[in-house]
């Protein structure tokens, strides 16, 4: 944690240094880790607009006045993809068409997996694959990673004149990722094996990066409660699996985790992959990671291996 934390210190103290050469361009970022990730090269230069604030969610969001005004302004436009943000498919090719649309889903180099099958994680009967890639992607560092020297080079291209800037915070901010992955593999292996339960399948990357095992989620779509058939199935897996944890989200309800563990051994507890609750800016994505680390070992921490 100290690493990291005298990383990021020095993005800050070179930023400032440096200075902007140039006015910054016009930036709006989709959710809250991009537009930290966005805000992390930006630094000494700009500030990127955010446009799913507070503890909203790409999977119900509706477009405000003030996001329609800044995308009709940018110059650059920062999002994962169509498959998360689809309320933004339209007005990135409408409101913000004089603007570079950067779908960061699209970044070569990135760890990419398909997505989990159902709210048990069955596999597919006919092994069948095809289809869109899970959209969840920040959520590996090492993706993470791709990003940041993505959105980089996309800024160096819309404004030379801070290209440098863009760069060196990139290679600061890459520096602070790394730190970061072996910071939570270290708190995270106790964790390894441990069976739990989320509540909508977001975290296939931050699992596959860090070796930890949810064996289902509660709900399939994030906007759609599940039904009792469901529920049973789900309920079932806590009892039968074992499950040490059942995590609620800030932004849904945790009325879904209170049926689920009634009767049963599993533990509650609560894991943000947007970062609800976190303040904007540079620093948001690696306490976000780190949030999530902190909150499965510790709701694991006393179970068996």
Same mark, same amino acid.
């Given at each position: 944690m100290r690493v990291v934390a005298r990383l990021a210190a020095a993005v800050l103290f070179l930023t400032t240094l440096i200075g902007p050469a140039s006015a910054a361009p016009n930036v709006v970022a989709s959710i809250k880790p991009v537009a930290s990730l966005v805000a992390a090269v930006m630094q000494g230069v700009g500030t990127p607009h955010l446009i799913v604030a507070g503890n909203g969610s790409p999977h119900t969001y509706a477009l405000k006045p003030s996001d329609a005004a800044a995308l009709q302004q940018a110059d650059l436009v920062f999002w994962i993809g169509p498959v998360l943000e689809n309320f933004?498919? $339209?007005?990135?090719?409408?409101?913000?068409?004089?603007?570079?649309?950067?779908?960061?889903? $699209?970044?070569?180099?990135?760890?990419?997996?398909?997505?989990?099958?159902?709210?048990?994680?069955?596999?597919?009967?006919?092994?069948?694959?095809?289809?869109?890639? $899970?959209?969840?992607?920040?959520?590996?560092?090492?993706?993470?990673?791709?990003?940041?020297?993505?959105?980089?080079?996309?800024?160096?291209?819309? $404004?030379?004149?801070?290209?440098?800037?863009?760069?060196?915070?990139?290679?600061?901010?890459?520096?602070?990722?790394?730190a970061l992955v072996a910071e939570v593999e270290t708190k995270l292996a106790p964790a390894r094996g441990k069976p739990f339960v989320v509540f909508h399948d977001a975290y296939q990357y931050f699992e596959n990066r860090f070796n930890v095992s949810a064996i289902g989620s509660i709900v399939v779509e994030p906007d759609v409660m599940p039904g009792v058939k469901r529920l049973g199935e789900i309920r079932d897996k806590v009892q039968n699996l074992a499950a040490i944890c059942v995590f609620s989200e800030p932004e849904f309800t945790s009325s879904l985790v209170e049926s689920l563990t009634e009767g049963t051994s599993a533990r509650k507890a609560v894991l943000d992959p947007l970062g609800a609750d976190l303040d904007d800016g540079p620093a948001l994505y690696v306490t976000l990671i780190r949030n999530l680390a902190d909150n499965l070992a510790s709701c694991l921490a006393a179970a068996p291996a």
């Open positions: 933004l498919i $339209d007005p990135v090719t409408t409101l913000a068409s004089k603007a570079t649309s950067v779908p960061l889903e $699209d970044v070569a180099g990135l760890t990419r997996l398909p997505p989990r099958r159902g709210g048990t994680f069955e596999a597919d009967d006919d092994g069948d694959q095809a289809g869109p890639i $899970d959209p969840h992607l920040w959520l590996d560092p090492d993706n993470a990673k791709v990003m940041v020297a993505a959105i980089a080079v996309a800024l160096a291209r819309a $404004d030379p004149g801070n290209a440098v800037a863009y760069a060196a915070n990139s290679r600061t901010t890459q520096a602070v990722l790394d």
